[in-house]
């Protein structure tokens, strides 16, 4: 009885945390010459989204962010969508673009980043870095428009960062209600939080009891993480990335209750029962500056980020293919 005490949480906690595949080990190959240029885009767009601090409190440069969003998508051919809403007496909005189906029963994929910052930040990292991911899917799968076999809506959200977070008035969970009161089949979520700094140095990655009793504690590689009613949408994204993109990965589930599992604006979609997850380099878990003054464009490599963007790009294509 006492071993099954102890054993019952243990078996559980694996349960939660276990994916498909292995974690790629070794040099990384190098760059193609479309990752090239997508790493030269997700450098341009982070050095302008998160040059300065942008958010309510620092309302002119939170406009310049989503006008620089807004600019670059109409540059690719997108109809831009913006969904304004009113908090504290400002108005604030979120925009999105949509990549059309070829069948209008079709499933919906959300794509989302927030492009607010934190406070004094300039929030390259968080979440710069998720605004240009989000930025370069866009470019990378618009010539899925009309063909697809989902239905692919990329987002942008406003304030997500405190004092907002986990209230109505984020910008996701604005989005997420107005997109649960239609019709439409949503398969699931992919937060793009945090996504920019890797380190290969021993003790770079930390984690909360008890995950750090079962992931490595290198810093080099991004994340997929979600509650518990995530865990197929996860598992799937996971062993898709790992059988098509040569880059670390480490993913998991585990109850939104354990600090860091719901620190993102997936929380509004499986608050409604969308499976949902992030996509992250771990943020505050890794990132020496979260938060910081210092959260600067030099902090984010955009190499590695343009490897993990390409292996999005072309899960979503595969997912999206008749």
Known sequence: MVAAIFAIPVLGLIWLTSVPGSSYRGALPELSSGENLVSRNLAKHVSTIGAKPHNIEHLGNLNAAASYIESELRSLGYDVVEQPFEVDGTIVKNIEVVIDPAESDAQTLVLGAHYDSYGRAPGANDNGSGAAAALELARLLKNLDGKSRLRIRIAFFVNEEPPYFKTADMGSAVYAKALAATDENVMGMMSLETMGHYSDRAGSQKYPFPLNLLYPNQGNFIAFV??????????????DFRQTTKFPSEGGTAPASLQ??????????????????????TAAFRYPHYHARTDTPDK??????????SGLSGIVRAWSQP
């Open 260 to 281: 860091g599992i719901d620190w993102s604006d997936h929380r509004s979609f499986s608050a409604l029962g969308i499976p949902a997850f992030m996509v992250t380099d």
């Open 226 to 239: 979600g509650d518990t009613s995530a865990r197929s949408f996860v598992r799937k994204t996971i062993e």
């Open 300 to 309: 984010v490599d955009a190499e590695k980020l343009a490897r993990v963007v």
